[in-house]
């Protein structure tokens, strides 16, 4: 079955970085859009960034463009969200997802797009 295992995730300070990962097994890897989506407590989950399956386009959330990099390694099943310059509004548990169709691409951040999740790994931003 999919599996989504996020890590990376950690403490830094106001203008740190982190690199998120996220190993994904159980399908086809490379038939499938992805994205990063994160959820502060008491907050709904949002969408941060996507990447379409060959990797060849992304989608941004405007609270985090030009500061985040989605990426994916399709040769190793594994996608991944450089984070820069970080603010304590960042702070959220982080999940990475697999879209429900294969082979489809949408510039969309919502997550009715996305069937198939991760545990998430916290991110903390302090300032």
């Known amino acids: 079955q999919v599996q989504l295992v996020e890590s990376g995730g950690g403490s830094v300070h106001t203008g740190g970085s982190l690199r998120l990962s996220c190993a994904a097994s159980g399908y086809t890897f490379s038939r499938y859009s992805m994205g990063w989506f994160r959820q502060a407590p008491g907050k709904e989950r949002e969408g941060v960034a996507v990447?379409?399956?060959?990797?060849?386009?992304?989608f941004y959330a405007n609270s985090v463009k030009g500061r985040f990099t989605i990426s994916r390694d399709n040769a190793r099943n594994t996608l991944y969200l450089q984070m820069n310059n970080l603010k304590p509004e960042d702070t959220a548990m982080y999940y990475c997802a697999k879209a429900s169709l294969r082979d489809s691409w949408a510039s969309y951040l919502g997550t009715s797009n996305y069937v198939d999740w991760g545990q998430g790994t916290q991110v903390t931003v302090s300032s």
């Open positions: 990447i379409s399956f060959r990797g060849t386009s992304t």
